[in-house]
């Protein structure tokens, strides 16, 4: 996969979050412009392969920000974090308007909870700045016919209104959401058979950091955290979206050497 200058075929590789909110469920995951880049140099020393910026946080139960509050917080983040690192830089946003504004400013990748589906022309916007996209799978609700099937049709659905839009088939992943639109019981299954996802023919993103499926607190789930991201070495997975870098990436090359 493509991401801005950088090409991505194989192993795993670690996005590192960093959310310029007051409301992400992570604290450790909050930063603003005083502290960005002081916490983007020590993902890079610890290993980061790609950023991936939120300006909207998507915790169950969170309270909506409009597109402009979005834009306000990324405005001075994107163009700081592309000035001084040659580091791919994906913005999370679900907002066309947002995408082309981050796009404008050089986001390379934008990271889309609702695939393609929130906003009419988000898929346009992507391919008019040749940028990448990552289509995660979402829903209102927990009810499905079956849930492999039903997540690989919405995912063909979405890549489907990609390739009308002229996105470049080399600069799209896929992820199946999980933690969005499903149950406890739900997510672990997700996890457990991810790799069938692989059969869309797209790379994988993991984004299960610190989840609630995981029980306890937030500051309590590292441990099943680095279990998910050896589970996505041994299954292929390209990518996996953290809070931690260096614990994640030490687990990748341990799961590596096995």
Known sequence: MIIGNRTFTEGTHVMGILNVTPDSFFAGSRVTEDDVLFRAERMVKEGVAVFDVGAQSTR????PVSPEEEMRRL??????LKKEFDVPLSVDT???SVADFVLERGADLINDVWGLRYGEGMAEVVAAHRASICIMHNQN???YTDLFGDIETFLKDSL???EKAGVERDKICLDGGIGFGKTKEQNFLLLEGYDKLSSLGYPLLLGVS???MFGGLPEER???TLEATKLAVKKQILFVRVHDVAENV?????????
């Not at 405005?75 to 700081?80: A, T």
């Not at 030490?250 to 096995?258: N, P, V």
């Open 60 to 63: 169950p139960g969170h309270i």
């Open 160 to 162: 489907s209104l990609a």
């Open 94 to 96: 679900y907002f066309p």
């Open 141 to 143: 609700g927990t009810q």
């Open 210 to 212: 610190r989840k609630s």
């Open 250 to 258: 030490r687990a990748i090359r341990e799961a590596q050497c096995r």
């Open 75 to 80: 405005e001075n983040v994107v163009p700081l």
């Open 222 to 224: 590292l441990a099943p």
